[in-house]
């Protein structure tokens, strides 16, 4: 006999986790499932840190989102305990025609936010482990920091949890049905039942919601941790969060070293290989490190020694690097988040309190319509 919640949540990473999270505080029964173990480091959640940062360059409209989100990761703070948001500030570096600094720098203005403009030669007495190329220039925003991510998940599920989400790790799905009014889940271990249903697959997604029409591609991404060669440096000039473009909307980026963390974490933001999730190799080899090295080498030769870990993600991308929030289009029961394109996780408390909404009350009162399905030219298939 099928066993009965009120909402099934599929994937339960950071935007599924969350979404248990927040519709555990509106009092539902809630059933979180996932393939791997809770939480786990198979898919887009795991290495230690990410960003958050207010000047968001992708697209000024993310600004209100993100304001929403800094709050409510204060509030996951204060009722788990954890420390999550480590406040660094951030810079962002870029020549005079790429598109980071300019990005911020819109985003700043439409929204009235706290920033500043550094010249090269500013950039260079502020920060000097940074070496910039000619026509390189900075913008800082004190707003931006680092978001520790163990923590963060551990206080998600420690809530959830708490809040009667009965949260189940290494319980594939395979298949699931709807008919409007209810929903059903099938995994390896059984088959349960439900008014509504969120899917948040991640790399899985398409797996789950190949009938949409719209094409997810997956990526391998690489991190690193490396030891500061100028230690020197470092105490007099200490880093705050930051991102280096060097290549027109392509960066590497890094954050300063935290307590408990292998080193100064070192990654590139651009998209890897296209892999399988099943069929991705994670293990980093030296062409991994040396693809980042050089990059590492031409802007911050502070951090050219021999990395101390490494660690493989997945990035799952949308067409147009933006995320995919919304009802599913032939079932408004079905509620679906995807397509985070390797910047989702300082979203996360925001976006499980949209996807919790949606699939609740079938509307949210964030400003997400720019991230609806709406915007693809493509039509789902029956």
Not at 117 to 128: F, I, N, S, T
Not at 186 to 194: I, M
Not at 227 to 241: I, K, N, T, Y
Request: a negative charge.
């Amino acid at each position: 006999m099928a066993r009965s919640y009120d909402v099934i949540v599929v994937g339960t990473g950071t935007m599924g986790m969350s979404a248990c999270w927040q519709l555990g505080r509106r009092g539902q029964r809630v059933l979180g499932l996932d393939r791997f173990a809770v939480p786990h480091s198979m898919g887009s959640h795991h290495g230690h840190s990410r960003m958050i940062r207010l000047s968001y360059f992708e697209h000024p409209d993310y600004v209100p989102l993100l304001r929403r989100t800094y709050q409510l990761w204060h509030e996951l703070e204060r009722g788990s305990e954890w420390s999550i948001l480590q406040a660094t500030g951030g810079l962002y570096l870029s020549p005079a025609d790429g598109v980071i600094v300019p990005g911020c720098l819109r985003a700043s203005m439409e929204h009235g936010l706290d920033h500043e403009l550094l010249d090269q030669a500013a950039v260079g007495e502020r920060y000097p482990q940074f070496r910039l190329p000619e026509g390189y220039h900075g913008f800082y925003e004190r707003a931006a920091g680092v978001l520790l991510v163990e923590p963060a998940l551990h206080a998600l599920h420690r809530l959830a949890t708490n809040l009667g989400g009965d949260l189940r790790g290494n319980e594939p799905v395979r298949a699931w049905k709807a008919d409007g009014q209810s929903v059903t889940v099938t995994t390896e271990k059984g088959v349960y039942e439900a008014e509504r249903l969120i899917i948040a697959g991640g790399a899985w997604s398409h797996e789950l919601l190949g009938q949409l029409g719209v094409p997810l591609s997956v990526t391998r991404q690489t991190m690193f941790w490396l030891p500061m060669l100028d230690q020197e440096g470092v105490r007099s000039h200490p880093l705050p969060a930051w991102f280096v473009e060097y290549q027109r909307g392509h960066g590497i980026y890094g954050f300063p070293e935290l307590p408990g963390q292998p080193g100064f974490k070192v990654a590139e933001h651009v998209n890897g290989e296209a892999v399988t999730p099943e069929g991705v190799n994670r293990e980093c080899s030296d062409a991994d490190w040396h693809q980042v090295q050089g990059k590492v080498n031409r802007f911050l030769p502070a951090l050219a020694g021999q990395p101390l870990s490494n660690s493989v993600c997945l990035y799952t991308n949308s067409p147009d690097g933006n995320f995919v929030i919304d009802q599913h289009p032939h079932w408004k029961n079905v509620t679906l988040g995807t397509g985070f394109s390797g910047h989702g996780f300082k979203f996360a408390p925001v976006i499980g309190e949209a996807l919790a909404q949606l699939a609740l009350d079938g509307h949210t009162p964030l400003p997400i319509d720019f991230l609806s399905l709406s915007r693809f030219s493509m039509h789902p298939e029956n």
